[in-house]
């Protein structure tokens, strides 16, 4: 598959970022802001000015195969939703990869996602396929705080390119073993916010509990990335920095 890669600053240290399913190019900048050194943003198949992806891409093995030549040279990697999913699920081969890891909005782990989510995200995937922007919209709007500005209009613009990836993310597992990351050395912040439909909290907490050293931490908002984005900002880049 096709990722684009793009380095934002200069310098040590090295962070890879590997955003969420559907994130715009800005949306995909944001975890990184303040982050010191040099931050590689990747651009997933089928986002932005990437090409379409392949058949068969939207697997989370495939994902992890295809993203872990990125973590060459990088020691430490920040993962949103899907990106949080592909990190752990290439960690399980490399568990040495990086120091320091944060995951935020987690959607699953070793379960497949609960039966409200799932259905959700299916329903994304009928009206991504049959182009229904404005079913679309509706759905991604779904549990959103007022206020969020032009963020729907956005997800659901990308959204619409993404039907096959919807469809394959809605019942998969991207670590079936939990205990196979039980071996990795990377100090790892967790992130969740509550009441997001997508991405419970449970799923945060299992992947904690998978990590050796790992922490957790919540924020009160379907969407800490609208409406809390300066905190987001602050906890990445503490525990990024040590």
């Known amino acids: 598959m096709v990722i684009l890669a793009r380095p934002l600053g200069a310098g040590e240290p090295r962070t890879l970022v590997v955003p969420g399913l559907g994130a715009t190019a800005g949306e995909a900048r944001i975890p990184a802001s303040g982050v010191a050194g040099t931050r590689t943003v990747l651009t997933l198949p089928s986002h932005a000015d990437a090409p379409d992806a392949e058949v068969g891409c ?12 990125f973590l060459a040279g990088h020691t430490r990697a920040i993962g949103v939703s899907l990106g949080a999913a592909v990190l752990c699920a290439a960690l ?11 995951l935020l909005f987690p959607a699953a782990l070793s379960e497949p996602r609960a039966a409200g989510s799932a259905e959700l995200v299916l329903a994304m995937a009928d009206a991504a396929e049959a182009g229904d922007r404005e079913r679309l919209r509706e759905l991604v709007s779904a549990g959103l705080p007022a206020g969020t500005g032009s963020y729907a209009d956005d997800r659901t613009g990308a959204l619409l390119r993404l039907a096959p990836a919807l469809r394959a993310v809605a019942e998969q597992v991207p670590v079936p073993d939990p205990s196979a990351l039980a071996g990795v050395t990377a100090d790892v912040l967790v992130v969740a916010a509550t009441g997001d439909p997508l991405h419970p909290v449970s799923a945060a907490e299992e992947v904690v509990a998978a990590f050796p050293r790992a922490r957790l931490v919540r924020f009160d908002s379907a969407a800490p990335l609208v409406t809390h984005r300066r905190e987001v900002r602050d906890v990445i880049v503490k525990h990024l920095a040590g």
């Open 92 to 102: 399980v081969d490399d568990p040495r990869a990086l120091d320091r890891l944060v």
């Open 58 to 69: 939207w697997h989370y093995p495939v994902l992890a195969r295809d993203v872990a030549p």
